[in-house]
């Protein structure tokens, strides 16, 4: 059985950095791409950062050049480094690999 549990979410003021934690089990960690996704308050989830297996990366506009999307292998483990953060980040943020999701962080960023 698959399992992606997130972790590192939080409450931040405007401009301050957070790093949230994916931990996979249950899979082959290493040959599969992984995305962070978000949920914003009256909004649709949608995709902020994906990796693949190669370590190729890509990111929604509104995070590029804030955001760092990363993957340690050994640790079966994806981050998302997140700095100067914006009150419209705040969201719940998942981690997905393949058909699997995560439970959401809550990431909350006052202004």
């Known amino acids: 059985q698959v399992r992606l549990v997130e972790s590192g979410g939080g409450l931040v003021q405007t401009g301050g950095s957070l790093r949230l934690s994916c931990k996979v089990s249950g899979a082959i960690f290493s040959i599969n791409s992984m995305g962070w996704y978000r949920q914003r308050p009256g909004k649709q989830r949608e995709a902020v950062a994906i990796?693949?297996?190669?370590?190729?990366?890509s990111y929604t506009d509104s995070v590029k050049g804030r955001f760092t999307i990363s993957r340690d292998n050994a640790r079966n483990t994806g981050y998302l480094q997140m700095n100067s953060l914006k009150p419209e980040d705040t969201a719940v943020y998942y981690c997905?690999?393949?058909?699997?999701w995560g439970q959401g962080t809550q990431v909350t960023v006052s202004s």
């Open positions: 990796i693949t297996s190669y370590g190729s990366d």
């Open positions: 997905q690999m393949g058909p699997n």
